[in-house]
């Protein structure tokens, strides 16, 4: 399971925080970070049960991990985290940026509530997150036995931070500011050998989005904007994010690599351009 550099895991000695870590992409990363050697802190909004079978799942696999409750749209709570973390495991090397919500509707109907929701936690989360982990890179500084980096971020951006999303202007609006957020970070602290980049999926199989795939008139649906025929899956994602976070991708800063299938190629334009 683990890929492995120089006869070592990808990402052994390294610590990780991964936000939004007990369900869907964030559980699929947080595992993978375990089979590829980093101590993994599961964050998670609430279900203690959940973020408790995702550290199972590492320990069973002979990684390390603990789980850490927060909100990510509150600044206490995401001080505490990245305290438990250095606590447990001395530092932190590598953050995951994933927790974020979804709250739909049509842009005449949609509240002031849930705009202000999804902006906080996808975005002013992301920030928060964000802010937490260079600090912390930037207080430890270089350890190149560990890493060539001196820290690496991953933002869970989304291709709606380039495709339109008609009734879902909150989420696409907090995913286009991830993109510039990320890009900016990458910008300003390259010169400190601090990573920042993005991974912006497509259509996954997790539980925010069942809709569009759980029964097979909504899947065949889907397909129609997907060249690769097939939806993906948490694990498609976690690989892209381990691979960004690795020695592997050491020359990658700013860019969001997309993990989608093809459905930024716009297919419904194939034949009737």
Known sequence: ???????????????????????????????????????????????DEAADATVGEIEAAGGEAIR?????????QVERLFAKAADAFGTVHILVNNAGIQQDAPFEKMTLDQWRKVIDVNLTGQFLCARAAIREFLRRGPQPEVSKAVGKIVSMSSVHQAIPWAGHANYAASKGGVMLLTETLAQEFGHRKIRVNAVAPGAIRTPINRGAWEDEESLKELMTLIPYRR???????????????????????????????????YPGFRGNG
């Not at 850490?68 to 206490?76: L, T």
Request: hydrophobic content about 45%; proline content about 2%.
């Open 1 to 47: 399971m683990a890929g492995k550099t120089e006869g070592k895991p990808l990402l052994e000695g390294q610590v990780v925080v991964v936000t939004g870590a007990s369900s869907g992409i964030g559980r699929a990363t947080a595992v993978a970070f375990g089979g590829h050697g980093a101590k993994v802190v599961v964050n998670y909004l609430s279900g």
């Open 231 to 265: 939806i993906g899956e948490p694990a498609d994602v976690a690989e892209a994010v381990c691979w960004l976070a690795s020695d592997l991708s050491d020359y990658v800063n700013g860019t969001t690599l997309v993990v989608d299938g093809g459905m930024m190629l």
């Open 68 to 76: 850490v409750a927060g909100d990510v749209s509150r600044e206490d």
